[in-house]
């Protein structure tokens, strides 16, 4: 769970997270990798 507010009786599967500025339950549920992409599948810089 990332953020801040309220989470009453949320259940987050193993490999997904929950980010929320409010109602948890209003939120949706992603996979790890949306947040921390593996380093291959990070856009590439074009400097």
Known sequence: MKGCGVARNIEVPTGM?????G????APIRWQSYFHPRKNERPQKTD
């Open 23 to 26: 109602l948890f339950s209003e």
């Open 17 to 21: 997270v929950i980010q929320a500025f």
